[in-house]
C-alpha cells in the first residue's frame, strides 16, 4: 500500500503546466500571469485635477478666508478629456473639473465648494498649499516599473491595473479543460426516475463542480456504463479535447469494475491502494492514442465521498500545479475536538466534519454525519476534512485535530 503522500507526489508527478497562451484581459482572469508585465508609460499620465474646483497658483490665494475672499479672473475652462492647455499666468484662475490636465503654472486645485463657483471671476475663500487636489504624473507607476510579475494569479484588481496601463492581452498559463464522467451500470442521469437498483449520479456533477472550483474549465461528460468497449470509446473521444481526465466508480476489486479492467490492459495507468479512509482504491496515468497524443486521467473510487476526498486530496493540488498555482494545497487550521470519533489503525483518515469557533474565535471541529462513504448528506454539511494520522485509532472529545478549510476560497 502507498501512503497518501507517496501517491500525492505520483499524482503530482504526472502533470505539468500547459504551455502560455497570450489572452484578452477579461479571460486572464484567476490564470496565472507567464510573463513580468512592465509599465511603458506613467500613472497617472499628467498632472491633473482631483478635485471640480479652480487650478491657480497657491501664493495668489495665500491670504484667502470665508471673510477676505481673493478675487481672480477664470481664464479658462477645463473639463476632464480636455487636449490643450495654455500655461495660466499668475493672478489667474482656471475652472477646472476631476481628471483634467492642471495647466503649466498652476500650483494647486482650489475645490469649487471653497469658491463662488464664478464663469467669468472667481472668489476664492480658502487659501491653498502647493500641490493640493492635484494628481502629479507618475505617482502611481513610473515607466519601467514591474506592474505585476510572473507567476501572479490575476484578480480583478491585477486586471484593473493592466488595462489602467494600457494591456489589453497578456501571457498566462491557460486553464486545463478537464473531461469528468462517472461510470456505473447502475446510474441513472440526475432528474430521470431511478427505477431498483439503480443510483442516480452524483458523481459528475459533484466533481465537475470541483474541477470548475479549483480553477478550471471543466465538462461533464456523463454516465458510461460498465461495458469495457464504450468505455474505451468515450476515453479516446476525450483524447484531443481534454487536458485532463477524471472518472468515478469501477476501479476496486470487482468483477465489473471496467475501468480498471480496461486501462490495466492499456498499460499506461496503474492501480494502487492508498492507505487511507475513505479513497483506498486510486488509479493514475496516461491515456494514449497514436494520433491525439495522450493526456493524465485520474480515476477515483465511486463512492461519492471517496470520489470527492480523493479530489481534494490529489486531483485539486494536480489541477493547481497544471495552472502555474505555488500554492497547491487549501489552508488548515488546528481545531479542538467537542466530540470524539474512531480512526483505523494504518490509515490516514478524512473525516467530513463542521469546524466552527468558540466564542473566543478558537476552532472547534465535530464529524458531519456517520462515517459510510455512500453518505452524501451528511458531507453537503461538513465544511472541512479532519485529518487524523496513521497511528491514531480514535480522536478523544478535547483532543486536537488539523482539519483542511473546504470553504474557504483560493488562498
Ligand atoms: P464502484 O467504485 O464502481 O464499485 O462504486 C462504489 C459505490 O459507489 C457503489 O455503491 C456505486 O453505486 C456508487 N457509485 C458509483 N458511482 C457513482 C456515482 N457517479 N454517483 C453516485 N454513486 C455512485
Ligand atoms: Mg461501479
Given amino acids: 500500500m502507498r501512503t497518501v503522500e507517496e501517491h500525492l507526489a505520483a499524482c503530482l508527478a504526472a502533470v505539468s503546466p500547459l504551455a502560455p497562451v497570450e489572452t484578452a484581459l477579461l479571460d486572464a482572469v484567476d490564470c496565472v500571469l507567464a510573463e513580468d508585465v512592465v509599465a511603458t508609460s506613467s500613472l497617472p499620465a499628467f498632472d491633473g485635477s482631483a478635485m471640480d474646483g479652480y487650478a491657480l497658483r497657491a501664493a495668489d490665494v495665500a491670504g484667502a478666508s470665508p471673510e477676505a475672499p481673493v478675487s481672480l ?8 478629456g480636455v487636449r490643450e492647455v495654455t500655461p495660466l499666468a499668475a493672478g489667474a484662475a482656471a475652472r477646472i473639473m476631476t481628471g ?7 500650483t494647486a486645485v482650489v475645490a469649487v465648494e471653497d469658491t463662488d463657483g464664478g464663469v467669468a471671476t472667481v472668489l476664492v475663500r480658502r487659501a491653498a498649499r502647493d500641490g493640493q487636489h492635484v494628481r502629479r504624473a507618475g505617482e502611481d507607476v513610473r515607466p519601467g516599473a514591474t506592474l505585476v ?7 480583478v484588481r491585477h486586471v484593473a491595473l493592466l488595462a489602467a496601463a494600457g494591456r489589453e492581452r497578456v501571457k498566462v498559463l491557460p486553464k486545463p479543460r478537464v473531461a469528468v464522467l462517472s461510470t456505473g451500470s447502475e446510474l441513472v442521469e440526475p432528474g430521470r426516475p431511478a427505477g431498483f437498483g439503480q443510483v442516480v449520479d452524483a458523481n459528475s456533477t459533484m466533481l465537475t463542480a470541483a474541477a470548475l472550483d479549483a480553477g478550471a474549465r471543466a465538462t461533464r461528460v456523463g454516465i458510461v456504463d460498465d461495458d469495457p ?6 476515453l479516446e473521444g476525450q483524447l484531443g479535447q481534454a487536458d485532463l481526465v477524471i472518472t468515478s466508480g469501477g476501479v476496486s476489486a470487482g468483477a465489473y469494475d471496467v475501468v480498471k479492467e480496461v486501462l490495466t490492459r492499456m498499460g499506461t495507468v496503474e492501480f494502487t491502494k492508498v492507505a487511507m479512509q475513505p479513497g483506498m482504491p486510486q488509479g493514475l496515468g496516461r491515456i494514449t492514442s497514436s494520433t491525439n497524443g495522450s493526456v493524465p486521467i485520474f480515476t477515483l473510487p465511486g463512492n461519492p465521498v471517496s470520489a470527492y476526498v480523493s479530489f481534494e486530496v490529489f486531483v485539486r493540488p494536480a489541477l493547481r500545479k497544471v495552472m502555474g498555482e505555488s500554492q497547491l494545497h487549501r489552508p488548515t487550521v488546528v481545531a479542538t475536538a467537542t466530540q470524539g470519533w474512531a480512526s483505523p489503525p494504518g490509515k490516514r483518515q478524512f473525516t467530513r466534519a463542521v469546524v466552527t469557533s468558540d466564542d473566543d474565535g478558537r ?18 454539511g461538513a465544511n472541512a476534512l479532519a485529518v487524523t494520522g496513521e497511528d491514531t485509532t480514535a480522536v478523544e472529545p478535547g483532543g486536537v485535530v488539523r482539519c483542511i478549510l473546504l470553504e474557504r476560497g483560493r488562498p
Avoid at 73 to 80: F, N, R
Avoid at 149 to 155: F, I, K, N, V
Fill in 100 to 106: 483634467a490636465p492642471v495647466p503649466p503654472g498652476a
Fill in 149 to 155: 510579475p510572473s507567476g501572479t494569479r490575476l484578480t
Fill in 73 to 80: 479672473p477664470v481664464v479658462a475652462d477645463l473639463p476632464a
Fill in 363 to 380: 476552532p472547534r471541529v465535530r464529524p458531519a454525519g456517520g462515517p459510510g462513504s455512500h453518505l452524501v448528506a451528511g458531507m453537503a
Fill in 229 to 234: 468497449q464504450r468505455l474505451l470509446r468515450v
